[in-house]
């Protein structure tokens, strides 16, 4: 077996792209009682530091490659230029309806964020309660009806209630900047535990939109910015398991 040349590493490590690593603090149970834990930065890996390790695995083939081939010629001394792939700063924006915030690009809108149900997208159709426990289709599919989870508070201590999930689909309805998923939202209302979505047309096909791509604000909080679409929510405020700590252009 060959040892790996200079040239295929460099290659190897030209078109690597690492991921950033997400690390924030431990705060309370889940929906489901489920503590996560958590530490307080986020950090981002470089390619510089892989380079090291590579160049040291480099020489080692190197070594192990003139031990078993003692008629190989004499390795010469070559030069691995790696190039860092940075990121962009982050801003401090967390509006879970705006396309471009930092909570949507680097996929951190679920550790404040939760929708009314949970899908499995490798199994067709199946779906777990999350803030709501259960949903039913009107026969002309033009309306939802889902009965919520009881006990849920958002992460200030406020209780989670229906107000807040007619509040945020009502948003989506008077707002269409706001209505990222596209679905045709008629109107909100609730009645005790329960809340209806009503919609123009039979939605059956568009669950996912509804109960899964949906992030509930609380409405003790919305209800007060003047103009949601371009609010930034720098301290989001959910039912998420997690609070943010701090901020700063590298990291939260």
């Known amino acids: 077996m060959r040892g790996v040349t200079a040239m295929e590493f460099a290659h190897f490590l030209m078109t690597f792209h690492p991921p950033a690593r997400l690390t924030v603090g431990m705060r309370r149970p889940n929906a489901y009682g489920v503590t996560m834990l958590r530490r307080t930065s986020v950090l981002r ?3 510089a530091g892989i380079a090291v390790v590579g160049l040291a695995a480099l020489a080692v083939a190197a070594c192990s490659s003139s031990a078993t081939s003692p008629s190989s010629k004499k390795a ?8 860092n792939n940075p990121q962009p700063n982050f801003t401090d924006t967390f509006n879970p ?12 809108l679920a550790l404040f964020y939760e929708p009314l149900m949970q899908f499995n997208n490798l199994k067709a159709g ?3 309660p999350w803030l709501a426990k259960s949903f039913t289709w009107s026969p002309d599919g033009k309306s939802i009806t889902f009965v919520l989870r009881d006990g849920v508070k958002w992460s200030d201590g406020q ?13 989506m309805q008077q707002n269409k900047a706001l209505n990222y998923t596209g679905v045709p939202i008629a109107g909100a209302t ?3 535990n329960s809340v209806t979505i009503s919609f123009e047309a039979p939605e059956y096909t568009n669950i996912y939109g509804i109960a899964g791509q949906t992030w509930i604000v609380p409405k003790h909080i919305w ?3 003047s103009d949601p679409a371009t609010w930034t929510d720098p301290t989001p405020i959910g039912t998420g398991p997690y609070l943010m700590d ?7």
């Not at 010469?76 to 190039?83: K, N």
Request: without cysteine; glycine residues 8%; proline residues 2%.
């Open 45 to 47: 890996r470089t390619v």
């Open 76 to 83: 010469t001394g070559r030069t691995l230029v790696v190039e």
């Open 97 to 108: 309806f705006a396309a471009t915030s930092t909570g949507k690009s680097q996929n951190a």
């Open 126 to 128: 199946t779906t777990y």
């Open 159 to 171: 209780p989670f209630t229906a107000d807040d999930v007619a509040y945020t689909f009502q948003l």
């Open 190 to 192: 609730t009645s005790g």
């Open 223 to 225: 209800s007060k910015q």
């Open 246 to 252: 701090k901020f700063t252009a590298q990291g939260f």
